[in-house]
């Protein structure tokens, strides 16, 4: 039977991925297809087919019942699929110039077939080799900008955005993030990965009862405020990049949650390079600097043009929203800082670094500045107190 019209779900192998590809007619006649699978994330499986005669491509993601990062033992909704080609969809119809196209879905078989994009390279993977992306903060703030916007209250109205919240529930993923980064690196769980170097300062980390009630107060946040849809994911390895270019993949964990969790992810994730990129710290620092000051500006341009609260349209209004976006950004980042230091699912960035001391030193740093922004993150009032609040750890 044709793969398009399958009724129960099967894990595609390169071969069948490439019949697949074949049946949607996505290549023109007598295509000469070579199929690769490439996933190397922590969760699906990733097919990059090529046709050699005219060097085109695509791209055929498949969800897989389990995370791949654990194994079988960890059973996973295949919904996520359809959750992620929704988001796709909708996020790219808000920022196209930032989103891969999707030219078909199938929730049966979990499969998204989109964009190849593999004259670019996954941002986490590029910086770690020296890339800069000089235009990589701009793209971000500008995608931050108008999908946390478009997708609020202030640019759909309260009506459709209902609508949207409830396309979007997705408990399964949201857990996920729920245990791994609000829950378990807060104490001794199972899911932690650790080097032995690190045990007393994630021991006094454990013992910190002033940083474990701001972390509740965040996962609240989390758990409650469903302000935009989110990405929920938007670390530098959703990221694929080149000098001139930027497109974010994989929002699986998309859901409608508080605007500051994506722009805290990525925050955290430049971090990781401020904090290990010592030569280079200044231009990390000035994408930092950039993703906000963008997204800052963009924000208040859609919000005085596009807004569809009339009520809303108050200056003081707006700077208390950017305000809260703010403060949530620095206790998200601090979470996700220390989540990839000790929890489950590491960065490259800090792992990847051979010498031993160094990675230690570095990982303190991340874990340091992590407990700062999650505690202080109402004194932290503006971009230059955050900058001076990281170089104070460096
Ligand atoms: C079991 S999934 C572990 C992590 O991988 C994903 O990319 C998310 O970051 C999640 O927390
Ligand atoms: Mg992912």
Redesign the pocket.
């Known amino acids: 039977m044709s793969l398009l019209k399958q009724t129960t779900y099967q894990p595609l192998t390169e071969t069948s991925a490439t019949e697949l590809a074949l049946a949607l007619n996505l290549f023109s006649d007598n295509p000469e297809l070579s199929c690769k699978e490439i996933g190397d994330?922590?969760?699906n499986l990733v097919f990059h087919i090529v046709d050699d005669k005219n060097r085109k491509g695509v791209i055929i993601k498949q969800a897989l019942p389990y995370a791949k990062v654990v194994g079988e033992s960890w059973p996973l909704t295949l919904k996520r699929a359809k959750i992620e080609a929704d988001a796709l969809l909708t996020f790219g119809s808000i920022a196209p110039k930032y989103v891969p196209e999707v030219y078909y879905t199938n929730d049966v078989l979990a499969v998204t077939v989109m964009e190849d994009l593999s004259h670019l390279l996954i941002a986490r993977k590029g910086f770690i080799k020296g890339e800069t992306y000089p235009l990589l903060s701009q793209h971000l703030g500008e995608y931050l900008s108008k999908t946390l916007f478009f997708t609020s209250d202030y640019g759909l109205g309260p009506s459709i955005k209902k609508e949207q919240v409830q396309k979007f529930i997705n408990p399964e993923l949201c857990k996920i993030t729920e245990d791994l980064i609000f829950n378990d690196p807060f104490f001794d769980a199972e899911t932690n990965e650790f080097e032995a170097g690190l045990r007393t300062t994630v021991e006094a980390l454990w013992k910190d009862d002033e940083l474990k009630f701001h972390v509740n107060v965040l996962k609240k946040s989390f758990l409650t405020e469903a302000e935009v849809l989110l990405h929920g994911?938007l670390h530098t390895?959703?990221i694929f990049a080149n000098d001139s270019e930027t497109k974010v993949i994989?929002p699986?964990f998309a859901f409608y949650g508080p605007a500051g969790f994506d722009i805290g992810q990525v925050f955290a994730n430049l971090l990781f390079q401020v904090i290990v990129n010592e030569q280079n710290h200044v231009l990390f620092i000035n994408h930092l600097e950039t993703v906000w000051n963008v997204f800052e500006e963009q924000y208040k341009h859609l919000w005085n043009t596009e807004n569809k609260e009339n009520l809303a349209q108050t200056s003081t209004f707006l700077n208390y929203i950017l305000a809260k976006f703010f403060e949530d950004a620095l206790g998200f980042t601090g979470c996700e800082l220390i989540r990839r230091t000790i929890g489950l699912a590491h960065v490259a960035d800090l792992d990847s670094i051979e010498e031993e001391k160094t990675r230690l030193a570095a990982k303190r740093k991340t874990l340091e500045l992590g407990g700062i922004l999650i505690k202080q993150r109402k004194e932290i009032k503006n971009l230059g107190a955050f900058i001076g609040t990281v170089k104070g750890v460096l």
């Open positions: 994330g922590n969760l994911d390895g959703s994989d699986e």
